[in-house]
C-alpha cells in the first residue's frame, strides 16, 4: 500500500500524460479538462469492477482486473460506434491490498489505454475495509449524428456478430476449476485453452468495428454483448421495438472437442447466456448484407438471424424446432446466472 | 430493494430526462451522448462516496447521502470555474439496502441536479453484500481557456475564502453526538445547530462564485476546501510552487458560544483541519483585491492571508506567534483526521 494519497497520486502522474493535443490538464488539480473537437459529440461511459461480483482475487490476476475494468468501458465506446479518448478512474482499494497488487492493476490498464489511445486523466482513491471497487469512466468522440444506437433495428434486418460467443464464460469456468494454480486446467487442447483464458482475461474491445459499421452506415442497431446474447439480444429488441429469430447452428462458439463437451461444457449455454465476450451484436437491412466481410481485421463477423416484428426472441434449434429465448445473463439484483 | 435490473433502470428512466438541447442521449443504450457548446473546453471528475468512510447509515440519511455526493463532484466543477451539465452515478447497492434508501438517495441527487441545471444520463449498478459505494461524476463546460487551476498564484497575492471554515464538522460532531436521535444534539443554539446540520448534511457548491471569479479575471488560482484549510491550501501552494501565510484571527469560523467552546469544541481545529466544507479558497492580485465584493450572493468572501515565495505554510497566532501550518485533513490512506 502506498504510504499517503500525496504519494500514490504522484506515483499515477508519472504513468500518465498530464497536457497535450487535446489535454489540456491531467491528474493533480481539483478536475481534468480536455477539448472535444468540433463537429464531435461526446460519449460518456461509467462500469463498475468489484472484487466478488466482477473478480475474484484467487483467480484474476491484477494485471488482468485492470485491463477487463477499462475493456468494459472501451466495449460501450465501441457499441456507439465512437473513439474512447480520456479514462477516469475511480478506485476504492481494500486495506490489505498490497502495493504490487495496484501497480499490477494500473500497469494492465495502462497498456490497453496506450494500444487505444486513451489517457488517463483523473478519478478518486479511497481506502476501504475490505472489498476493492473500480468505476472506470471513458469519454469518447463520435461525428455528429453518426453514433450507432440499440434501437434502429428494423424487422427484416439481418443480425450479426463478430468473434464466438461464449469463449470468455469458457475461460473463467476453465480458471476456476483449476483452482490456484495456472497449469492444472481442466482438459480441453492446448490452443484452446489458451484462447478461452485471453478472451475472459484479456477481452478486446471492437472499436474499430463499431466505427468500420457507422462509417460505411452499414448498421441499423448496436450492442456489445457483456451480459449474454440472450439478455443483450433483448436489449437491442426491446430498444427498437421489435423481435427477433436466432438459428442454433449459425452462433459462432468456442471449440471444444465433442468427447469433453459431453463432460459437462455447453457451448450453447455459454454462447447464448454466457457473457464478458465484449463482441458486437448488430442488425444490418437485408439490402447491405453482402457489404459485411467475412472477417473484419482478424475476427470473423457471422449472421446468426433475424430481426421480426412479433416482440418475441426465438432460438431455432439444430433440429428445426422453434423455441423461446429468455435472457439467461447476469441481473445483478437477482445475483443468478441463467 | 428493486426485483431486477431492469425495473431499477426503468424506474430511474422516468426521473431524468432522455433527450433535449444538448442530451442527446440519456440512461438506456450503452452510453451517453452529448454536445459540447462551440468555444467551450469540457470539465470531467470523479468523486466516490463510500459507507463508513464518507457517510454512515445511521448518521446520514439517504437524501442527504444523494445530495452530498452530487455536491462533491459539483464543488470539483466550480473549483474550475467551470457549469456543470451532465452527471453519471454507479451505485454500488449493499444487499440488505431497502428500496425506500434507494428512492430517497435519488431523490436528494436529483434535487440538487434539478437546481443546477444538471442531467443524469449514465453510470452502472451492482448490488455488493455489504458497503454501499457511489461514484458521481460530472462534465461541465467552461469557455476556452478560462478554466481557474490551483497552479496559478503569485507571491504577493491575497488568500480569500468564501463562506465559514468548519462549519460541516461541526455538523458531523453535533449529527455523531446525537446518536440516532435527530432530537438531541450538544447544546449550541438552536440556529447554530440548524446551520451546522445544513452545511453537513447539505453543502452547497460554489459554482456561481467560480465563474463570477474566473469572468471578472479576479482569481491567480482557485480549488474547492473538501479536504481541509490547511490540506488544501498546500495543495495550491504546492501547485504554483509558493507558500502561504494565513492569520488566525481572519479565518471565518462557526459561531459557538465561548463557554460552549472551552468544552471541547475547537473552532480553529475545525476550520483548519475539517473538510468538506466546499467552500472556495482563492488567491487574488493585489491591484485585484478591492473587486471582490464583501458577499457574492449571500455566501461572506473573507481575505485570510497571502502568498509568498517561500515554500512554507505559516499560522499567525491571535497572539501573534507564528507556526508552521502542517496538513491535518483526511488523507485515505493513513485514515487520520488531524
Redesign the interface.
Known amino acids: 500500500?502506498?504510504?499517503?494519497?500525496?504519494?500514490?497520486v504522484h506515483w499515477l502522474q508519472r504513468r500518465v500524460p498530464v497536457r497535450g493535443g487535446s489535454l489540456?490538464?491531467g491528474i493533480?488539480?481539483?478536475?481534468?479538462?480536455?477539448?472535444?473537437a468540433?463537429g464531435q459529440?461526446?460519449?460518456?461511459?461509467?462500469?463498475?469492477s468489484?472484487e466478488?461480483?466482477?473478480f475474484l482475487r484467487r483467480v484474476h490476476p491484477a494485471h488482468a482486473v485492470g485491463h477487463r475494468a477499462l475493456a468494459r468501458s472501451l466495449s460501450?465506446?465501441a457499441?456507439?460506434a465512437?473513439t474512447p479518448r480520456?479514462a477516469?478512474v475511480?478506485l476504492?482499494i481494500s486495506r490489505r491490498t498490497p502495493r504490487p497488487w495496484i501497480e499490477e492493476f494500473y500497469a494492465g490498464l495502462l497498456a490497453l489505454a496506450k494500444r487505444f489511445g486513451v489517457a488517463v486523466?483523473?478519478?478518486?482513491?479511497?481506502?476501504?475495509?475490505?472489498?476493492t471497487?473500480i468505476?472506470v469512466?471513458v469519454?469518447?468522440e463520435?461525428p455528429?449524428g453518426r453514433?450507432l444506437?440499440?434501437?434502429g433495428a428494423q424487422p427484416g434486418d439481418l443480425l450479426f456478430v463478430s468473434g464466438r460467443l461464449g469463449l470468455s464464460a469458457l475461460g473463467l469456468q476453465l480458471l476456476k476449476s483449476s483452482g490456484a494454480s495456472p497449469t492444472r486446467y481442466v482438459p480441453v487442447s492446448r490452443r484452446q485453452t489458451a484462447e478461452a483464458l485471453q478472451a475472459h482475461l484479456y477481452p478486446e474491445p471492437q472499436c474499430a468495428l463499431g466505427r468500420f459499421l457507422s462509417e460505411n452506415r452499414l448498421a441499423s442497431a448496436?450492442?456489445?454483448l457483456s451480459d449474454g446474447l440472450s439478455t443483450d439480444l433483448g436489449h437491442l429488441c426491446e430498444?427498437s421495438g421489435v423481435g427477433a429469430c436466432v438459428w442454433e447452428n449459425l452462433i459462432p462458439r468456442p471449440e471444444v472437442p465433442a468427447a469433453r463437451e459431453s463432460r459437462g461444457v455447453d457451448t450453447l449455454d455459454l454462447a447464448l447466456h454466457g457473457g464478458e465476450d465484449y463482441q458486437l451484436l448488430f442488425s444490418v437491412p437485408p439490402r447491405k448484407a453482402s457489404q459485411i466481410p467475412r472477417r473484419f481485421r482478424r475476427v470473423a463477423l457471422q449472421r446468426i438471424g433475424e430481426i421480426h416484428r412479433s416482440r418475441e426472441l426465438l432460438l431455432v434449434r439444430s433440429n428445426g424446432k422453434q423455441s423461446l429465448l429468455r435472457p439467461g445473463g447476469y441481473?445483478?439484483?437477482?445475483?443468478v446466472k441463467g
Chains 1, 2 share one sequence.
Open positions: 500500500m502506498f504510504g499517503t494519497e500525496t504519494e500514490f489540456k490538464l493533480g488539480d481539483d478536475a481534468a479538462l480536455v477539448a472535444v468540433p459529440e461526446l460519449i460518456l461511459t461509467a462500469d463498475l468489484i466478488g461480483v466482477h460501450d465506446i457499441a456507439m465512437g480520456f477516469l475511480s476504492a486523466i483523473g478519478g478518486d482513491t479511497a481506502v476501504v475495509p475490505a472489498g471497487m468505476d469512466i469519454a469518447g463520435v455528429r453514433a444506437c440499440r434501437s448496436l450492442i456489445d430498444a441481473d445483478h439484483f437477482q445475483k
